[in-house]
């Protein structure tokens, strides 16, 4: 009868622990499912200068470095080994948009700007434009109260002992911020 006992014990730890490996192996499908759903969030990276089509439109042959680094800004990346050479780099790197990198190089002849090459750049307006998150924005709430919304709330009495500002004369000294003989 003990043997009997110990088999049909032995079948249901069996049985447990079968049952355990498979629930185990379902929680972890469906955690993988739910897992698959959410995705964390991501920082958005903006690294170096945009520059636009206009910036762009604007540079000459002949400008001085100065007049350069005022319209495009301080290049990313000089090199001493090329020191007529400046790059412009631009990245942008946000949550479910294809990254976006433009390049513009700048080189100069005895300190004046001798010719640009670089990507096309897009103007100022298209770069906005491709920055809008696709998100539709709310309903904007109206900021200014009306006469019949001022009329709910009564008018508050002024206090009893104010007087108008224009008759108070402002006093032509003041008392001292620490006491005397400190």
């Not at 990346?77 to 050479?85: G, K, N, P, Y």
């Not at 206090?159 to 008392?175: E, F, G, K, V």
Request: aromatic share 8%; proline share 9%; glycine share 6%.
């Amino acid at each position: 009868m003990r043997s009997m006992f110990l088999r049909g014990a032995r079948l249901a730890l069996s049985l447990l622990a079968g049952a355990g490996l498979a629930a185990c192996s379902t929680f972890n499908s469906a955690s993988t499912s739910v897992a698959g759903i959410i995705t964390p969030y991501k920082v958005e990276i903006v690294q170096g200068n945009f520059v636009s089509k206009e910036q762009v439109q604007a540079l000459q042959p002949g400008m001085s470095r100065q007049q350069v680094k005022d319209l495009l800004g301080t290049p990313l990346l000089t090199d001493m080994f090329h020191a007529d050479r400046w790059d412009y780099v631009f990245t942008l790197k946000r949550q479910g948009v294809e990254p976006q990198s433009r390049k513009l190089t700048v080189f100069f002849k005895n300190d004046v700007l001798e010719r640009f090459e670089g990507d096309e750049m897009p103007s100022e307006a298209e770069f906005v434009a491709a920055l809008s998150s696709g998100r539709k924005p709310g309903k904007v709430p109206v900021l200014e109260a009306s006469e019949e919304s001022l009329k709910k709330f009564p008018a508050a009495p002024p206090p009893a002992d104010a007087t108008p500002s224009s008759s108070a004369p402002l006093p032509t000294s003041y008392p001292p911020l620490e006491a005397p003989g400190r």
